[in-house]
């Protein structure tokens, strides 16, 4: 049975829902979400979940609902492949209500989940998780291909990453993937890429935030992802994006770029997990855990916090950016 949100919550969701309805003639959706009443903004980011709770979704999902309910979150974060394994079979799909609204019960999770597509679930029917038929269900559930959320403080820059993989469009193996709205390839990536480089260049917000589902830099089963490292992140950083937030690998990861301030965060430890990979890039690896959780972001004007915690809500590492002044080096503040 469909769990319902609360009133705030779903008044929230509405109202955000609106907005991008409203914005969606423009080019990218731009989706208004307020911070907190002195600025600071909290959320949990989560990757590779949509189990039916198997796989110790259920327990990454409690130990969210207590952090939730501790940071005060305002939101939440999915890094895509929301649906295991092939994606949603349409909007009346059980599986929606089994791996989201039926897991993700506690009360502090009961906010706006914005949420980008992961190749999983492109190899099921795609459009249906854009569809609105699914907020009537859950009002919780707010997912586009590629879309901006504006926090005050900061802008979200959420991509649709999963067509930028060649592999899935000339070896797609064994699946079938929902390519409608999508093809051509290249004239989809170009007006992609396009929208991004202006939305960005436009921003004025203090922290500039880059959400896909897949890596561009990761030590794990994946590894890199050459596609976006040729295409994407150029664009990321010609216009300085702060931080990179991926899913894909199941794992929780912190690297360092040598040549750029970027950081890439892997939060996709959502459920199965425990690959067992570990293959070095020549980026610098500040943190690795193969195994399941999920990570917080606390940002204010002057500060973002990260922490990454496991199944039983251990906290397993913490990294804190200073946002300095024009004229002064960034601060890099790390607790394993």
């Not at 859950?138 to 991509?159: G, H, L, P, Q, Y």
């Not at 469009?169 to 993937?177: I, L, T």
Request: hydrophobic share 40%; proline share 3%; net charge negative.
């Amino acid at each position: 049975m469909a769990r319902r949100s609360s009133a705030g919550a779903a008044a929230m969701a509405r109202a955000a829902v609106l907005a991008l309805l409203a914005a969606a003639a423009a080019g990218l959706v731009r989706v208004e979400h307020p911070a907190k009443s002195d600025g600071s903004l909290s959320l949990l980011v989560v990757g590779d979940w949509g189990r039916k709770g198997m796989y110790n979704q259920s327990r990454v999902a409690e130990q969210m609902g207590k952090v939730g309910e501790k940071l005060s979150i305002d939101f939440v974060i999915s890094t895509g492949d929301n649906f295991y394994e092939n994606g949603l079979t349409g909007v009346d799909d059980q599986a929606f209500e089994e791996s989201f609204t039926d897991i993700y019960t506690a009360t502090s999770l009961q906010k706006p989940w914005y949420l980008v597509l992961g190749n999983h679930d492109y190899r099921g029917d795609a459009v249906a998780q854009l569809s609105p038929v699914l907020r009537r269900i859950d009002e919780r559930f707010i997912c586009m291909r590629s879309f901006i959320v504006n926090a005050e403080i900061v802008d979200f820059f959420f991509i649709d990453t999963t067509p930028f993989q060649m592999k899935y469009w000339s070896h797609p193996e064994d699946a079938r993937y929902d390519w409608r709205e999508v093809t051509p390839r290249q004239t989809y990536i170009a007006n992609l890429l396009k929208d991004m480089d202006e939305a960005m260049k436009k921003s004025t917000a203090k922290w500039k935030i880059a959400v896909g589902h897949h890596t561009i830099r990761s030590v794990s089963d994946h590894g890199d992802t050459k596609e976006l490292m040729q295409l994407l992140l150029p664009v990321l950083k010609v216009n300085g994006i702060d931080f990179y937030i991926n899913g894909h690998d199941h794992c929780l990861e912190h690297i360092s770029s040598r040549d750029s301030p970027i950081q890439y965060f892997t939060s996709g430890g959502g459920s199965k997990a425990w690959r067992g990979a570990f293959q070095p890039n020549d980026d610098e690896l500040q943190f690795f855990y193969d195994g399941q959780g999920f990570m917080s972001l606390q940002l204010n004007q002057d500060q973002a916090d990260f922490i990454f915690y496991d199944v039983s809500g251990n906290v397993l590492y913490q990294w804190s950016r200073i946002k300095p002044s024009h004229l002064q080096p960034f601060t890099y503040i790390t607790d394993e």
